[in-house]
């Protein structure tokens, strides 16, 4: 699921990315002076000829300086946090700005040789990473099909893949006690917030405060940068979400959403980010009409460990 921007090539650069796309990389040489040069230009930076040609090359290189970057310069990239930005000096001489994949931070070194990892994006472009030549990390890094589907809300497995769930009867109390426990599950799968959906929001709900509508006025005023989600969108996206329980409560007649003991909204979601959910089983009790269980559901923003939204959903089994 990519909600990140790509480059966009131009006439110059076209001949870059295009070999990207072939899993190749390629830079400019002036054929006056023979000096190689990236970015790519139209003339010469040494002795300003027009005759530059691009000729294949390793993409090989050496790590000349790096950062740890902990902020996300977007909010869009939260998920990748921390961020390795690096500073390669290739064989052929140019420096070359990179993300370094395949790599712990502590295991950086100056002067540590590199290799190309070519990371396919879906559509048109071909992203170029370096990973530390003794690095385990696959040279290409292949999009896939959720890839291409930013606003995708299918489960991470299907039917014919999931693992079958345990059943458990609504009518054995102490059964469904049991599974009450402090264990979260895994995450659901992940659903982009993009700044149209909250636009949507905003208009069915009435609430167009430009904390959530305004872009240009939440970069310049809001402490956050940007715009954020309204809390109640967020946990209405949670329909989104199929959170991968482990057991299916069986026989009862009909299944009751009697509202939440607690709600909170405990951190942003900032436009462009994507959230998951993960819940437990809090509590279950018997009740005049049913049983009772309690779901306590946390949504995170990918990549955050501190939830955005917290909610105590009461489920009644009738």
Request: with cysteine; aromatic share 6%; proline share 8%.
């Amino acid at each position: 699921m990519w909600n990140k921007p790509l480059p966009q090539p131009t006439e110059t650069s076209r001949p870059f990315w295009d070999a990207l796309k072939q899993h190749r990389v390629r830079l400019q040489q002036c054929e006056d002076c023979a000096r190689w040069v990236f970015y790519p230009r139209a003339h010469c930076p040494g002795c300003a000829s027009r005759r530059l040609a691009w000729r294949d090359v390793s993409g090989a290189g050496t790590l000349y300086t790096y950062t740890v970057a902990r902020v996300p310069t977007l909010p869009e990239f939260t998920d990748e946090m921390p961020q390795l930005l690096a500073v390669v000096q290739m064989d052929e001489g140019p420096h070359l700005n990179s993300t370094l994949v395949g790599v712990a931070p502590e295991a950086l070194r100056i002067g540590q040789r590199l290799r190309p990892v070519f990371d396919d994006r879906p559509g048109t472009v071909t992203l170029l990473r370096h990973a530390p030549l003794e690095s385990d990390h696959p040279d290409v890094i292949a999009a896939t099909a959720a890839d291409a589907a930013p606003d995708s809300a299918a489960p991470p497995a299907t039917a014919a893949t999931a693992p079958p769930r345990r059943q458990v009867s609504c009518r054995d109390l102490a059964a469904l006690q049991a599974l009450v426990g402090e264990q979260w599950s895994d995450w659901s799968n992940p659903v982009v917030v993009s700044q149209a959906l909250i636009d949507e929001f905003a208009k069915l709900s009435g609430d167009d405060y430009w904390l959530h509508t305004d872009p240009v006025r939440a970069k310049a005023d809001s402490p956050f940068g940007t715009t954020i989600a309204h809390g109640m969108l967020v946990q209405a996206l949670a329909s989104r979400m199929t959170l991968p329980l482990d057991f299916e409560v069986t026989d009862f007649t009909s299944m009751v959403n009697y509202g939440s003991d607690r709600l909170r909204f405990a951190a942003p979601v900032p436009a462009g980010c994507r959230i998951q959910a993960r819940c437990r089983v809090k509590a279950v009790e018997r009740a005049k009409s049913g049983v009772q269980m309690t779901l306590e559901i946390a949504t995170h923003v990918v990549g955050s460990d501190r939830p955005s939204v917290l909610n105590e959903q009461v489920i009644l089994y009738l």
